[in-house]
């Protein structure tokens, strides 16, 4: 593998493991505490040049709405009062209608149903390749922040089925689902984080030159 390869694989190993558990876990959850926490002191500026696929430009206008945004976590007003663990809860929680559901089905499937032919076609293909899911729980395995997280497992440990992952499950869904889920939030660090994970992967497509066939969406 030569050095660019190596450099683009550490680049989406480090996109699914810095982005997808801020789709998956609650902010209280210990396990992301600590990610908000460096959003909040976080460099902008210097990030956005390090930061893969995304111009520095793009970038730095995005990463600033998240450092805002992640304001509100480290000022630690009781959690009642707590903006952006509120609208992570009204964005893929509930109990509500959740104003952007965080799975492909959803989108995808004539029903726009959880476990819809997206989930089963996604299961499918990580058993034939021999992919565990990467949680114990009833999660779909279509959730965003499973698939960004599994897109960095399958990058440093099966990189012979990225480009199929991309191509036949994550990339059909995500850019619709990150600009609905754009267009759904006022918050600052929510808005930034749709933007900076669109950004990212489109910039992975085009690193790789992937062409996506992309469903019709029902939602």
Sequence with gaps: MTDRQDQAVDGIAFIGNTLGPLFY?????DAIEVSYKAFADLDADAAAVEWPFVSDDDAKETLELMVFGAQDFRSEVDDVNNDLIWEYRRLFVGPAAKAAPPWGSVYTDR?????GEATLDLRQWMRQT???KLNDD?????HIGLMLMMMSWISTNKPEALDDFLRLHLLTWSSHFLEE????????FYKGLARITRLSLEGIQ????IEVEYPRFYR
């Design 130 to 132: 021999g992919i565990e």
């Design 181 to 188: 889920m754009e267009e759904a939030t006022d918050h600052p």
């Design 138 to 142: 009833k999660e779909p395995e279509d």
């Design 111 to 115: 029903e726009c149903v959880v476990f």
């Design 206 to 209: 085009e690193d790789r030159e």
């Design 25 to 29: 876990y609650d902010p209280q959850d």
